[in-house]
DNA sequence: GTCCATTGTTACTTGCGGTAACCCGAGTCT
DNA sequence: AGACTCGGGTTACCGCAAGTAACAATGGAC
């Protein structure tokens, strides 16, 4: 029961408005931070906020449409390095640099996708521990560990081990490129050469400082 | 000039009164999550929200006040673990260990200090990226540099190396634990064993599955 | 022309963090 | 004793944010 081409034209015409609202909250978002009012985003987009309610429901909603663009870009981005047809220590090498060069550019954004300010949902009571800080670092730890699963020989349990690998391995590249960011202690690169030496095993085979305890 | 012995005994009687408040704040976070509110704590601990301010100022104030038990608590068994007189390997398996037990046996509590809620005091423009969801976990990062640094030859640049090293395990061990606590996909001890491996260098020496790209 | 969906408004409610002004009881000084 | 101050306590408020009616205007469909 499609009425004719309206429907149609009115839709685009939505979405049209919808992806307007997108980037005037973007705008604003990347000024001030996660914690941009519904109002100042209405106001740059030179409108009221029922009409943001309307279209995104609430914050969380807004929010969430604002993350899927950014998220799925840096996906992209790490897929492909994730892809590419070079020796397994250069992929790995590539991945790391793709997601700094990613938080390295955009900081802002970074943080937003990172932090979405409280999208409260569930219910108040249980055990949703660490739902915070992280829908995001949770999908690209699967992600990881699908490519992993697929194309490493784990062996039994290879699954679940893939599993595990996939999300410490994106904490652990979380971990460092936020202190990173913050600090600068080094370049880019050495970052990325201390984490791939990290990964390939250097905390076991590198010796104990003389006058240690010898263990 | 000190009134006898009265500032004294004012002073401990305003410290336990500080301890009950930080009780009741913690019996209240512990139930509500770290979005509890002041005036929520203030009921429990049986008054009113101004004394909470005067006691510790902001909200920030309090959580912070509440936030450095657990942490020095959880600090202190990291430093045992980290400290055993057995093999670098066993060590590790420890430490992940030790963390692993506290975030296991009181998640709420591991929520709360993972997620400080919105502690906003410097500038609102500028660079401040992620500096949400964990002080905690930079000062386990920096710490856990320290060790490394003290223990291990890592050479010129050792330092540096050292401190990406602390970043990126804690991160790990973070990341990995928080998808674990809310999954549940293994045991505890499987899940330590995973990570030993994947610090141990297995990412690298791991062959790749039959029919894949091959390098 | 009439209908209805969509875009927009103003004005409100609720709940939060935080503060100002005042109250009162217990010990202190003279 | 009486004035004095000091710290724990209260009520009542401000400002601001999210979210919600309830109502106005525009413009295509029939």
Redesign the pocket.
């Known amino acids: 029961m499609d009425?004719?081409?309206?429907?149609g034209?009115?839709q685009t015409?939505?979405e049209r408005?919808?992806r307007e609202?997108l980037e005037a909250a973007e705008r604003i978002v990347l000024r001030d931070g996660p914690?941009?009012?519904?109002?100042?985003?209405?106001a740059e987009?030179?409108?009221?906020?029922?009409?943001?309610?309307?279209?995104f429901?609430?914050?969380?909603?807004?929010y969430r449409a604002l993350a899927v663009r950014h998220t799925d870009a840096l996906l992209a981005n790490l897929r492909t390095a994730l892809d590419a047809p070079v020796l397994r220590r250069d992929r790995v090498e590539a991945t790391l640099d793709a997601y700094l060069v990613a938080i390295e550019t955009r900081p802002q954004v970074y943080r937003f996708l990172m932090h979405p300010a409280e999208q409260?949902g569930q219910a108040e009571s249980g055990f949703d521990v660490g739902r915070h800080s992280a829908p995001l670092l949770r999908r690209l730890g699967e992600e990881l560990a699908k490519v992993i699963s697929d194309r490493l020989d784990l062996g039994p349990e290879g699954e679940e081990r893939a599993r595990v690998w996939g999300h410490g391995i994106v904490g652990m590249m979380h971990a460092a490129g936020d202190w990173w960011l913050r600090e600068r202690p080094c370049s880019r690169e050495k970052l990325v050469e201390h984490l791939t030496d990290l990964l390939w095993g250097q905390l076991a085979t590198v010796k104990d400082l003389a006058g240690g305890t010898g263990f």
Chains 1, 2 share one sequence.
């Open positions: 009425n004719t081409q309206h429907s034209r009115r015409a939505t408005r919808r609202l914690e941009a009012s519904m109002n100042a985003i209405a987009a030179g409108i009221t906020k029922p009409i943001l309610y309307r279209h429901g609430d914050k969380g909603g807004l409260q």
